[in-house]
Nanobody, 127 residues
Framework: QVQLVESGGGSVQAGGSLRLSCVAS????????MVWFRQAPGKEREAVAG???????SYTDSVKDRFTISKDNAKNTLYLQMDNLKPEDTAIYYC?????????????????????WGKGTQVTVSS
């Protein structure tokens, strides 16, 4: 069955960095839109970054120039490099997959388009 397993979360001070990983199994990794979401306490889940089949990247405005999404198809792994972290980045981070033959625009379609979700990894940024 499809599984998405996130890791790499933790507690850092503002200005620090973390790299999240999401290992996928149970489907053809390169045939999916992959998106990182996050949910902070009391807030709605939001899309943070997405990557298409042609490796086009999309980001929400608040993380542009600080976060970088990437993937390694050989390792079935999605990454999120997070630099210059801010307290407002504190949230549970989830990776999600929309299974499609060729992904284009998955980030824009949002959470309702995703077929599978990981359980999340906590990121806490202190000031």
């Amino acid at each position: 069955q499809v599984q998405l397993v996130e890791s790499g979360g933790g507690s850092v001070q503002a200005g620090g960095s973390l790299r999240l990983s999401c290992v996928a199994s149970g489907y053809a990794f390169n045939m999916a839109c992959m998106v990182w979401f996050r949910q902070a306490p009391g807030k709605e889940r939001e899309a943070v970054a997405g990557i298409d089949s042609d490796t086009s990247e999309s980001y929400t405005d608040s993380v542009k120039d600080r976060f970088t999404i990437s993937k390694d198809n050989a390792k079935n792994t999605l990454y999120l490099q997070m630099d210059n972290l801010k307290p407002e980045d504190t949230a549970i981070y989830y990776c999600a997959a929309e299974l499609v033959a060729f992904c284009r625009g998955g980030f824009a379609r949002g959470a309702n388009a995703m077929d599978y979700w990981g359980k999340g990894t906590q990121v806490t940024v202190s000031s």
